[in-house]
């Protein structure tokens, strides 16, 4: 079993930054990761993964330019950084990971899943 744990959401201003955390523990395996969100009465929508081997990376359109996917491979941990938030940024933010190699924007194809932090922006 694989155990994601999320931290570092808040309520911020239009404008400002937030860094999201998921720590991974348990039977990990070097697989993407990847955090998704979901706005109230929404789907579960991709935002940005990260490959654990090489680092690539890829973004949602409606994020690039703004937030930033990273890992430190030692810690099992994987980061989003988020700058210039905006009120649509406002969601349930989760960390997820597959059970096996190879990128994926599908909800269905991870198996792990955080328990969500909350990101809200106001105007």
């Known amino acids: 079993q694989v155990q994601l744990v999320e931290s570092g959401g808040g309520l911020v201003q239009a404008g400002e930054s937030l860094r999201l955390s998921c720590a991974a523990s348990g039977r990990t395996t070097p697989s993407p990761m990847t955090w998704f969100r979901q706005a109230p009465g929404k789907g579960r929508d991709f935002v940005a993964t990260i490959n654990w081997f090489d680092g690539s990376t890829d973004y949602a359109d409606s994020v690039k330019g703004r937030f930033t996917i990273s890992r430190d491979n030692a810690k099992n941990t994987v980061y989003l950084q988020m700058n210039s938030l905006k009120p649509e940024d406002t969601a349930v933010y989760y960390c997820?990971?597959?059970?096996?190699?190879?990128?994926?924007?599908?909800?269905?194809?991870?198996?792990?899943w955080g328990q969500g932090t909350q990101v809200t922006v106001s105007s």
């Open positions: 997820a990971r597959r059970a096996m190699s190879g990128r994926s924007t599908s909800v269905g194809d991870y198996l792990y």
